[in-house]
């Protein structure tokens, strides 16, 4: 374990083995870290915030602070950070809202440079936040999904697993899976082929992946008659996906697309 002179780690603090704390890093109140962390200069890790392992935290990350939410009045709160991921400089997380309540990172995910997790989100697997993406309170979003530069998600909104939203999207409402959004506003521009193709999805999937997109947004369809006809496509559970995901969404699914657009075909 290798610990810089100058960080300061109080007591209570949990810190597992062979983690490198660099200089002027700052741990403190009851966080608990695992093993083979390296965190970086001038990151400070403070509230009820556990980390699990092989995480690389840059500089000036600052984790656990108290959210961003005036109906805030000190409850303690959690933040829950899992292993294998890369949070670059200038991150902020912040820990819950409500007494008891969590902010939830999972594995594997790549948060770059400024990006921002309010308090209550959850993150799944695999997510990648681009430089400047920032999330409101209680955003969910789901594995895989590739949020780029600058993109801005409405507090209680949901992103889908494998979507990607472009550069400097706006999104209000919920994002179903596999698709490609992009706009101010957001706009469904179709399905996430290339994404989905690189993540190994087969012809197979991706066809069927198609009729479903094509039923939901070129059929004219009202939202129960799609739903049915998504059913109707059989068992797969790429197409129950977007049916759960749909039946589930509380803000309702971002439904807006271009006129003229032809990228699903």
Do not use: W
């Not at 610990?3 to 949990?14: D, F, L, Q, S, Y």
């Not at 989905?196 to 009729?211: N, P, Y």
């Amino acid at each position: 374990m290798a610990i810089h002179r100058t960080a300061v780690i109080e007591k209570r603090v949990e810190l597992g083995g062979d983690n490198e704390v660099g200089p002027f890093v700052v741990i403190e109140g009851s966080t608990r870290i695992g093993n083979n962390n390296r965190i970086e200069s001038g990151t400070i890790i403070t509230g009820n915030t556990t980390i699990g392992n092989n995480n690389h935290i840059h500089g000036h990350v600052y984790i656990g602070n108290e959210p961003q939410d005036l109906a805030y009045s000190g409850e303690e709160s959690f933040v829950e950070i899992g292993s294998n991921n890369v949070i670059r400089e200038f991150t902020t997380v912040h820990r819950g809202t409500k007494a008891g309540s969590t902010t939830v990172i999972g594995n594997n995910n790549y948060l770059m440079t400024a990006s921002h997790v309010a308090h209550n989100c959850r993150l799944g697997d695999s997510v990648i936040m681009v430089n400047g993406a920032s999330l409101g309170g209680y955003v969910e979003v789901f594995d895989h999904a590739f949020l780029s530069a600058f993109v801005i998600v409405h507090q209680f909104c949901k992103i889908g697993s494998h979507t990607i939203c472009g550069i400097l999207t706006k999104i209000t409402k919920d994002v179903p899976p596999f698709l490609m959004v992009d706009g101010n506003p957001a706009l469904v521009r179709g399905l996430n082929l290339v994404g989905l193709k690189r993540k190994g999805f087969s012809m197979e999937q991706r066809e069927i992946l198609k009729k479903a997109f094509k039923i939901l947004y070129r059929s004219g369809y009202s939202m129960p008659h799609a739903l049915e006809e998504l059913k109707n496509l059989g068992e797969n559970e790429n197409v129950q996906l977007f049916i759960d995901f749909i039946e589930h969404s509380k803000r309702g699914i971002l439904l807006k697309t271009p006129a003229s657009d032809s990228s699903d075909r």
